[in-house]
């Protein structure tokens, strides 16, 4: 922690989205009036919600593999000297029954430790970071984020949030539930559809139009990615990239019927993710369909900047 010129604090803060599927480590510079600049923005597939739907238990097998992921970013933080971790947990610890044990598992290991929160403030924050880059651009905004546990869908505007649901369905649950094979069958996808849409609260949607519709996390940055044919991830081409739903809707056939060695030949889609994106892009799907939706905005952000904007009103207050 240092001062600028004028006497105003400036910290290095590290947000740690330890999410259902994926592990997401963002630092960055910042002060009372907001992020100066990023310094380091990584994710790591850690599957953190392996099993957890079907018994509600983080396995042994899973503790390890989190330490060393743990770990790893504990090196990149003194790497980059920061000043404050903020690691927050969301779907699969909060359905674990053992999550206590392992935040302390991490706590003791790493000395990290580990926020787990309600799915209202997981999506309070994840709008926050969602509409930061689109200031200005609309009066309304929604948000939704496809984890791997769950999806959380926001309505507000750059002030205030007006509504915020959680859903208790994500990418891996529901490919721990239905989408077994790969491909999956005709009666698979079915009956997924079918479920996604039974799981839509149809009845907040309404607080939805007009807004300017912003998708983050790893379903839709995949997908902006494979529209546009990218060969290496460019979040510059990534954030504020549109897709209509016939958009969606081509890639999910072009993939649908590919086995997971065949969806892991694709270089936009990240090793760990073949397995569990046709998942995201049909709850994408549904969601669209839901909303009468025809064009979604993609953000690269989410939870882990909002995580950051967090720890700034404490700056400042």
Same mark, same amino acid.
């Given at each position: ?44 597939? %850690?599957?953190?919600? &392996? ?8 396995? /042994?097998?899973? =503790?390890? $593999?989190?330490?060393? =992921?743990?770990?790893?970013? &504990? ?18 610890? $909060? ?11 991490? /706590?003791?290991?790493?000395? !990290?430790?580990?926020? @787990? ?6 999506? &309070?924050?994840?709008?926050?970071? #969602? ?6 651009? *609309? ?16 309505? #507000? ?15 891996? $649950? ?14 698979? !996808?079915?009956?997924?559809?079918? =479920? ?8 907040? =949607? ?9 998708? @983050?996390?790893?379903? +839709?940055?995949? +997908? %902006? *990615?494979?529209? /546009? ?6 979040? &510059? ?40 994106? +046709? ?12 909303? /009468? ?16 904007? *967090?720890? !700034? ?5």
């Amino acid at each position: 922690m240092d001062r600028n010129g004028g006497g105003e604090c400036i910290m290095k803060i590290a947000s740690i989205d330890v999410g259902t599927n994926t592990m997401l480590l963002l630092i960055v510079e910042v002060d009372k009036n907001g992020i100066i600049q990023v310094l380091h923005d990584e994710q790591v597939i %850690a599957r953190l919600g &392996k099993g957890v739907d079907s018994n509600q238990i983080i396995n /042994q097998e899973t =503790f390890l $593999r989190a330490e060393n =992921f743990f770990q790893a970013y &504990k090196q990149t933080c003194d790497l980059y000297a920061v000043d404050k971790i903020v690691a927050v947990g969301t779907s699969a610890l $909060r359905d674990a029954k053992n999550r206590e044990e392992f935040c302390a598992y991490i /706590q003791q290991k790493v000395g !990290i430790t580990i926020d @787990v929160i309600s799915g209202d403030e997981e999506a &309070k924050w994840t709008y926050r970071g #969602g509409i930061s880059e689109f200031s200005g651009q *609309s009066d309304k905004y929604s948000v939704i984020d496809i984890g791997g546990g769950s999806t959380e869908i926001i309505v #507000g505007n750059e002030k205030e949030i007006v509504t915020k649901t959680s859903i208790n369905i994500g990418s891996v $649950r529901l490919t721990e539930r239905i989408l077994h094979q790969s491909p999956p069958e005709d009666s698979a !996808i079915i009956e997924a559809h079918e =479920f996604i849409l039974s799981q839509m609260p149809k009845d907040q =949607f309404k607080n939805m139009s007009p807004t300017m519709t912003i998708g @983050v996390a790893g379903t +839709l940055t995949t +997908l %902006a *990615s494979l529209h /546009q044919h990218l060969q290496e991830y460019d979040p &510059k081409k990534i954030s504020g990239y549109q897709l209509t739903y016939e958009n969606i809707c081509e890639i999910f056939a072009l993939l649908k019927d590919k086995n997971l060695e065949q969806l892991k030949l694709f270089p936009q889609i990240s090793q760990g993710r073949a397995d569990i994106l +046709l998942a995201g892009i049909m709850i994408l799907m549904g969601f669209m369909e839901a909303t /009468q939706l025809t064009t979604i905005t993609v953000s690269d952000r989410g939870l882990r900047y909002g995580i950051v904007y *967090s720890e !700034i009103e404490k700056i400042i207050y």
